[in-house]
Each structure stands twice: as structure tokens, then as C-alpha cells.
């Protein structure tokens, strides 16, 4: 009769375990973790019960070094133990003989009997079922106690199981994988006449041979949900905001990895997944995480329905979907600001200028340039970065910025010439700048294209207007040169001057000597290098010979152009260092 009564009351305290594991009608039931301690093969038949005999009473040790051991080295998901397990190689021949048992469990620092007399007391054992139990229908298959109610293991004490075995008579046909240990780690004591009193054991019989076991171990529910969606601030501008979702970690278990689903009114989202650890309720870090979900764009006043949802917490299924999702309407109150200012990024010619034009909008704007301006356009003409915020009465404002270039107009300094022989020229632009196009015109009805440099030859004497014009976008500019070929007209020939000018030495390192055979009067004299840059010039020379230091010039072919009363000639000069 106790043991009916017992029975009883332990079953109806599962029952309330279980409905406290309920909400509404619908119940929950925890994952568990099988961890196998003992891996031998043996056929024992002394533990956890000898069938040989009526009665036997049996403790055994499995270390929480083996237990860690089995599984897999690491410390089981919690410490609550749910099922026992024994291994059966043999089966009894009556179902109604060695299957009337009360297990205990308790945690103890012993490792190992040391005598026929160390029992580890009852009292400090918790008796987890009493009753019958079930072996499996054929060999090799593991015997199965639930526990009436589930056993919390410290962590860091050893095991104790103890079985005691009450029915009277015996088959002997009763046999267990086990393991031999290195120590006793089992004690027992049979007998057909005495059954054994727990609370006061008799001598019994240490042994090496342990029963495998198996320990079944409840896994923390990994139960995550999302608790609120909101964006940063409310109310909040129309245009685009960003979402985010707060998940909330229900469950006994850290949250390592969850995916948040999300929808806008009823269009699904890309997932956004959370790598970061969810602590557990009662911890330092807190239960909650926020995440961003996305950007989407709010219309002025237009309601938009947010779902999120959590879905396989640490990658498994989650123990309570019922508290997954949350659902949330968000409107923008508050008429947000979206422009862009006209033109956009635009390019202008020097000496012109542009409107900048940030647009009208509602709920009374004003607007800020980074020229200090406050007006809706501004002017400008040079070239920068503009930049204007426009914000209405409401707060909401948006910011554009554009950049204006300028285009600078062609310039250039003048054409060099030098003079071939024979009526044979060649010409180049000297200072071109930001030109696009060229046009030559040699004055004798000849044209040509492109930049310099370009040789011409004059086949009648006279003088001759050579004339470039440039131009870019932005404008035009000509440059002009004389040119006079000398014959029996009298007018001087220039090929002449050309040959009575003398340029030495050529190539020239350190100086180089200007001067003429004769009866011309040198007035200016310029060096320009390849790109038509002056890098040297006299005014007033008056003089029969001119010399010039060379050495502060970079080696290369210059042009020296020499102004003289009978005509300016041109001669090419090699310098090097």
C-alpha cells in the first residue's frame, strides 16, 4: 500500500510538472541529450540487479569525469536528468519476476567502494522511481526508467544509482553490458530470503564490473522570439527609415544564432541573421538583442503593417513558436523632405554663371547653403562644392550636394618658328592651354589642323600672315605670326637671316653663344622649352654676341627665338647635362 501511495503522488507531481510546462491547451516538450557512460562489452549479472535471486540491492558510480567523457567531453546541455538506461543481453524468462524496482540517484564525492560496508546512505539519495519496470522485447536493446521526477546533477559531484529490487523469486537469465573498471565502483548484496532495507544495508560485495548506462539529460529550450519592432524615433518623417526588431531570449539556453524573418504588409523581407550571443533571463548581459531589419520607405500618413519572427534558434526548431512574431502598424506622421537640387553635378564656362535651385516644399522650409545664402536659388560662378539643407516646420529636412567646375577658356602665348631653308618653316604653339581644336592657316591659302608642330614651305616671295585659331567650349582666340620671304622685291630674306645667325655649340652643355656675321642689330632673344614655355629672356641686347649660361636648364631641344632689325628668326638648340 505505501508503495501505491507513493507511486501515486510521484505520478501526480509529474503531472503538474507537466502541466507547468503548458500554456492553454498546448504543451511543450523538452529536447533531451542521451549521454552513454560505459562502452564495454561484458555480460554481467550482478548490477544494477541479480536475477538469480529474489531480492538484491545495488549502488554504482559512474564519475562525473566519465560522464563528461561520454559526451563527447564536454559538460551535457543541463544538468537534469530525465531517463536512466541499462543495456539488456538477456532477457528474463517471466515478465512478472526482477521487475518490481525503487531507483535513487544522489550525487556523492566517493569514487570507489572501499568495503563491503560503504554504502553511500540512503538519506542522502533522491528516490526517482518506484515500480515496475518494462525490459525491452528482444536482446540488445536498452531498459528504459522515466523519471518520476527529473534528478538535478551538480555538475561536479559523482554519480550514485542505486536499485532496489523487491520481487520475490527469480529466473536467472538476466544479463548486462558492462564494463570492468579500474575500481570498485559497485557494491551489491542478494539474497532469496532477506529483501535488504535500504536505509540499512547489509554487508554486501564490492566489484570492478559497473553496468553501461545512459543518462538522459534535458536540453535547454531554445525559445527566441521578437517582443517589439520599432524605428530609431516617433513620430518620425516620411521617407526612408530603418526597422528594427528586438529579440528576446525566452528560453535556459544562450542564443547564439537565430534568423529574424520579416514582412511589410504581408511582402516578405531578407532575413537578417544574429551571430552575437542572447543571454539567458537574470543575467548581466540581458535577455535581448536589438537588430536592424532594413530600410524602407515611408509614405506622409500611408500605414505600413511590420512582422517579424524569429525561426531555428541554434539552429534547431523552436520549443515555443508561440511566441515567435510580433505584428506592428507604424505610419509616418510627419511629412518628410526628398529633393535634389537643380542642376546636378554641371561644368560652366569661365565668366559665366549658374542657378542653383533647391526646389519648393511644403509645411513652411527654409533653407541653409554652405555659401551662408538662405534663399531657395542661389548664383555662382566659380567652381566648388554646393551644398543646401532644407527642413520644414515639422523637423524633417534633407540635405543635396552638387559640384559646379569651370571650364577654363583657350589661352596661348604666340607661334615659334624655324626657319629650314629654302622657303621651309616649321611652326609651333607656344602656351597653349585647354584646347580642343586647332585650325592653321599659312597665309598663302594652305590650312591645316590639329596642334604643332607643323613645317610649311613658301614657293613665292612676300609676306605672309600665318594665323592659328584655337577654341574649347567655353571660346575662341588667334595668334598670328609674319613671315617674309625674300626675293627680287626687296623685301629681306629671311632665309638669309637665318643662315647669318649662328647658334654654338649645338648640342650645348654649360653655355651656348648667340650671334651673326654681320650687319644685324640683335635686339630680344627667348628660350622655350617643349611644352612652349619661356625659360630664358633678354630685352636690349645691342650686341654683336650674346652668351648664355645653360646650366641651370633640364637637357632637352628648346627653341631660341632672336628678335633682330632685319626680322625674328628661330633656331632649334639641344642642351645637354
Known sequence: MTR???????GNA????????SLGNTSYAQPTSTVTVGTGTTNGSLVPINSCYGYSYTQQIYTAAQITAGNGGVMPPTNTITKIR???TALPTSTTSSNDWTVYIGNTTTGTFASSTSWIPVASLTQIFTGTVTFPTTVNNWMEITLATPFVWDGTSNLVVAVDENMAGYNCTVNWASTVMSGNQSIYYYSDLTNPNPASPPSGTTSSTRANAQFEFLVPPNNAGVDS???????????????????????SNIINTVSVNWSVDGVLQTPVNITSPIDMENSTAGPNATVQLGTINFDYNVPKLIKAWTKLPNGVADTKPVNDSTTKTITATQQGIDFKMTPQDTTICAGASLTLDAGTQPFNPIYIWNTGALTQTINVSQAGTYSVKVQNTFGCFDTDTIQVSVHPSPLVNSIAIIDNGGGSFTFNIIGAQNILNYLWDFGDGTTATGPGPKTHTYTTPGEYTTTVTL???????????????????????????????KVFPNPAKGSVTITHNGGIKMKNIAFFNILGQQVYHAETVNADKHQVNTSGFAAGIYTVTIDTDKGKVSKKLEIVQ
Open 4 to 10: 501505491f501511495t507513493l507511486a501515486k503522488r510521484l
Open 14 to 21: 509529474f503531472l503538474l510538472l507537466v502541466a507547468g510546462l
Open 86 to 88: 541499462f543495456y539488456v
Open 229 to 251: 519592432v520599432f524605428v530609431p524615433a516617433y513620430p518620425f518623417c516620411s521617407g526612408p527609415a530603418t526597422v528594427s526588431a528586438r529579440v528576446h531570449n525566452y528560453g
Open 471 to 501: 577654341s574649347n567650349d567655353c571660346g575662341t582666340i588667334t595668334t598670328t605670326r609674319l613671315i617674309a620671304i625674300g626675293g627680287g622685291t626687296g623685301i629681306y630674306d629671311l632665309s638669309a637671316l637665318q643662315k647669318e645667325m
